[in-house]
């Protein structure tokens, strides 16, 4: 997604973290903002310099008030130690991070709602082309690539420790770790880091340790959008 970023094209460009968690029982991002915000700034940092991109935004859940606290001070670290601001580590790169309170939408999970929003309007979809990488189509109306604090999250391992790394987690097809919320009527419900391709079968039954013998109708994925998946598909192994 970085690459489709026009480096040369003249004016401001902008690295955007959709750190709007709206979709009911759903946790994930909130954990990891929780727990180490400076992964997310870190993430931040690292794409906008690959992108070449001017300032960053992170668009933030209005409700999480106490996780806003956590990543202004994870920021303003950053900001001490010489990681962000103007002229980073005498490389004359300039990249910094303002924070944006959203208002709960679940729409804001569409990015060019987001972008929407980010410019004080109403969060509605946009109409594409022009897409978001393109001047005219972004936030206020220059280059803009979105991501989400698991992706986000994600960068500096991968930079730590390689793509090969990385790679080798996980379905070759989907590589990575992913973040697994569970809800409900369930014996250990939480967030789970699991490798990509995690059957749902294995995640209910051998990470959760739910009995076999207990009934149950079916699971929703993503809530509130997706179908249900009955139990008839969740044991095909």
């Known amino acids: 997604k970085w690459s489709f970023m026009p480096r040369s094209a003249p004016g401001p460009k902008y690295a955007v973290c959709n750190s709007d968690e709206s979709e009911p029982g759903t946790c994930h991002d909130r954990d ?59 490389t004359g790169f300039s990249f910094d991070i303002r924070m944006v309170r959203g208002a709960g939408a679940f729409v804001c999970g569409e990015e060019t709602a987001l972008m929407e929003s980010l410019e004080g309007r109403r969060a509605q979809p946009r109409i594409r082309p022009p897409f978001p990488i393109e001047v005219g189509g972004g936030l206020f109306g220059r280059p803009t690539v979105v991501n989400n604090v698991e992706t986000l999250m994600c960068v500096p391992h991968i930079i730590r420790r390689g793509a090969e790394w990385f790679a080798s987690i996980g379905a070759p097809a989907c590589p990575g770790p992913k973040l697994y919320t569970i809800s409900g009527h369930v014996n250990r419900p939480g967030v789970y880091e699991l490798p990509m391709g995690t059957t749902l079968y294995d995640l209910i039954y ?16 993503g809530l509130p959008v997706a179908a249900l998946i009955f139990l008839v598909y969740v044991k095909q192994k």
């Open 32 to 90: 990891i903002l929780r727990y180490n915000p400076h992964s997310v700034v870190e993430g931040m940092l690292i794409g906008g310099y690959a992108m070449g991109a001017t300032a960053g935004y992170n668009y933030i859940r209005g409700e999480f008030l106490w996780l806003i606290e956590k990543l202004e001070a994870a920021i303003q670290q950053a900001r001490d130690a010489g990681y962000l601001g103007k002229n980073i580590l005498g």
């Open 206 to 221: 051998k990470k959760l340790h739910l009995p076999e013998l207990i009934p149950f109708s079916g699971i929703f994925v």
